[in-house]
T-cell receptor, first 109, second 114 residues
C-alpha cells in the first residue's frame, strides 16, 4: 500500500528553525510536493522536489532522498504567520498525489 | 488575477437534501479536481476531469457526482448528504496531470449537514 508518515504536531519558537520530516512509501515516484495550509483555508504550494538534494526558496527549503523515501521541509526565521499545517504529497507512478495528513506547526512567541 | 473561485464559502444543508457546490477558474487549466477534507486529515480525491474526460476514484461514494459543462466551471453534486459528508470541499486545477504540475486551490466550501 501507499503510506505517508509525518509528525502530527510540532511546536517551535518565533525566530527559530524547524525541520518537518516526511517518510513515504509509494507505488513508483514522480516527485514530491510540500503544501502549506492555514486553518480553515485551502492548501498553497510551497515546493516541489524530483531529484535528490536541497531546494532553497527564501526562508523555506525542501530536501529529498529518493533512495530513503524521505523528505523534509526546513523553515528558518520562524514567524507567527508560519503557524499552519504542512502537507507532504509524493506523486506515484500514475501521477496521483498521495497526501499526508499534515504536520500542525505551532509557533510560540 | 487568474484564480480558482469556489462558491459558497460556507454551505449548510439538511440531512438528505441535495446540494451543489460550484467552482470556476480563470487559469484555463485542463484539469479540475474535487477533494474532500475532514479536520486534521489528508485531502481525499473524489474525482477529476482531464478536459472532458471524467475520472472517478474507486472509493468515491455514488452519492457524489460531478459535472464540467465547460473548461471554466465544475460542479460537485451531493445527492443525499449524510452527517458523515460534513467536510471542507476543495476544488483545484492544474495545467496538466503529469509530473510537476502543481495544484491551484480555491478557498474551499465548508459544508455542514444538519
Amino acid at each position: 500500500g501507499q503510506n505517508i508518515d509525518q509528525p502530527t504536531e510540532m511546536t517551535a519558537t518565533e525566530g527559530a528553525i524547524v525541520q518537518i520530516n516526511c517518510t513515504y512509501q509509494t507505488s513508483g515516484f514522480n516527485g514530491l510536493f510540500w503544501y502549506q495550509q492555514h486553518a480553515g483555508e485551502a492548501p498553497t504550494f510551497l515546493s516541489y522536489n524530483v531529484l535528490d538534494g536541497l531546494e532553497e526558496k527564501g526562508r523555506f527549503s525542501s530536501f529529498l532522498s529518493r533512495s530513503k523515501g524521505y523528505s523534509y521541509l526546513l523553515l528558518k526565521e520562524l514567524q507567527m504567520k508560519d503557524s499552519a499545517s504542512y502537507l507532504c504529497a509524493p506523486i506515484d507512478s500514475n501521477y496521483q498525489l498521495i497526501w499526508g495528513a499534515g504536520t500542525k506547526l505551532i509557533i510560540k512567541p | 488575477d487568474a484564480m480558482v473561485i469556489q462558491n459558497p464559502r460556507y454551505q449548510v444543508t439538511q440531512f438528505g437534501k441535495p446540494v451543489t457546490l460550484s467552482c470556476s477558474q480563470t487559469l484555463n487549466h485542463n484539469v479540475m479536481y474535487w477533494y474532500q477534507q475532514k479536520s486534521s486529515q489528508a485531502p481525499k480525491l473524489l474525482f477529476h476531469y482531464y478536459d472532458k474526460d471524467f475520472n472517478n476514484e474507486a472509493d468515491t461514494p455514488d452519492n457524489f457526482q460531478s459535472r464540467r459543462p465547460n473548461t471554466s466551471f465544475c460542479f460537485l453534486d451531493i445527492r443525499s448528504p449524510g452527517l458523515g459528508d460534513a467536510a471542507m470541499y476543495l476544488c483545484a486545477t492544474s495545467r496538466d496531470r503529469w509530473g510537476n504540475e502543481k495544484l491551484f486551490f480555491g478557498s474551499g466550501t465548508q459544508l455542514s449537514v444538519l
